[in-house]
């Protein structure tokens, strides 16, 4: 059974930036694609970014994009979400989440683990 736990969440102001880790285990990172999805309050979770197994390509939310880098350490089992010029906006729950399908998908059904989240607060 894999396990993910995030970390790195913390209360960052406007414009400045952070990095989330999700450590995995109880099988290698490299057999899942990964993605982080999040949620804000009184929303629904939303997909943020994802990337495949391989490390070889990259999604990302319209609203994240240019912003937001996701990448992974296999080696480190270790995925990442790295933000910079953040919003008030990008304020939520952040979580990382484990598929393996073959295909990178988008869609928060599909992805069969999931962390406890780690809260992301932006101030104005």
């Known amino acids: 059974q894999v396990q993910l736990a995030e970390s790195g969440g913390r209360l960052v102001e406007a414009g400045g930036s952070l990095r989330l880790s999700c450590v995995v285990s109880g099988e290698p990172l490299r057999n899942y694609n990964m993605a982080w999805f999040r949620r804000a309050p009184g929303l629904e979770r939303v997909f943020v970014a994802a990337v495949h197994w391989s490390g070889g390509s990259e999604y990302y939310d319209n609203d994240v994009k240019g912003r937001f880098t996701i990448s992974r350490d296999n080696a480190k089992n270790t995925l990442y979400l790295q933000m910079n010029r953040v919003k008030p906006e990008d304020t939520a729950i952040y979580y990382c989440?484990?598929?393996?399908?073959?295909?990178?998908?988008?869609?928060?059904?599909?992805?069969?683990?999931w962390g406890q989240g780690t809260q992301v607060t932006v101030s104005s």
């Open positions: 989440a484990a598929d393996d399908s073959q295909y990178v998908d988008m869609t928060e059904s599909k992805y069969d683990f």
